[in-house]
């Protein structure tokens, strides 16, 4: 089974501190992509970044960067200098390609919240 | 908005009402996708269209009918729905023969069946 595991079902950090949200996630394919979604109150999934399965090179987004294990197949968020529109549901999730459709498999989500 | 038109925003209906769901795009986007959000659970994909042709249905209850006249609109057609089908309802869109930069959702249907 093709799965993604966000073991922390909330979070909070201090407005400008850091905080790193945790992800896991199983699958046989050697070839995907990998992103981080966030979804403030207004519902609307944004995406934050995203990360090549065959890039070494961590992403990063201005205060969003990824630490990606391939092995290990994680895939954390840290946030940089958090600030109070931070606060949201943030969900990781990765894309297969299958018969010419593209699946996009997501975990429970992580809910942030920043403190003035 | 990014992109991603979907409607109503909101939805109450009995359960044995029939309703729609409507989502629509204009990016040029050439596959489109249904999923259910449930609280605390990961997100469910329903149905995906790709080239406006059904490609993926995920076991859905046949009391959930899509359909997808053209690639820049799809609908979800609900009848006789269960309370438990009370969730939201987000639409998605993506190029599949591009760069993959992830999907691009809507703001949802908040669907509350009484």
């Known amino acids: 089974a093709q799965t993604v595991t966000q073991s922390q079902p909330e979070m909070s950090v201090q407005e400008a501190e850091t905080v790193t949200l945790s992800c896991t996630y199983d699958?046989?394919?050697?070839?995907?992509?990998l992103f981080w979604y966030k979804q403030p109150p207004s519902r609307q999934m944004i995406l934050v970044i995203r990360q090549e399965a065959y890039k070494q090179q961590n992403a990063t987004e201005n205060r969003f960067s990824v630490n990606f294990q391939k092995a290990a197949k994680s895939f954390s968020l840290k946030i940089s200098d958090s600030q109070l529109g931070d606060a949201a549901m943030y969900f990781c999730a990765y894309v297969i390609t299958q018969g010419g459709s593209e699946k996009l498999v997501f975990g429970k989500g992580t809910k942030l919240t920043v403190n003035p | 908005e990014t992109g991603v038109t979907q409607t109503p925003r909101h939805l109450v209906m009995g359960m044995t009402n029939k309703k729609s769901l409507k989502c629509e795009q204009h990016?040029?986007?050439?596959?489109m996708y249904w999923y259910k959000q449930s609280a605390k659970k990961p997100l469910e994909l329903m149905f995906v269209?790709?080239?406006?042709?059904?490609?993926e249905n995920n076991s859905v209850p046949s009391r959930f009918s899509p359909e997808c006249p053209n690639s820049s609109h799809l609908f979800l057609h609900l009848h006789t729905l269960q309370p438990e089908d009370s969730a939201l309802y987000l639409c998605?869109?993506?190029?599949?023969?591009?760069?993959?930069?992830?999907?691009?959702f809507g703001s949802g249907t908040r669907l509350t069946v009484v």
């Open positions: 990016l040029g986007h050439n596959a």
């Open positions: 699958t046989s394919e050697s070839d995907y992509y």
């Open positions: 998605a869109s993506s190029h599949i023969d591009r760069d993959l930069y992830g999907y691009t």
């Open positions: 269209y790709s080239l406006e042709e059904r490609v």
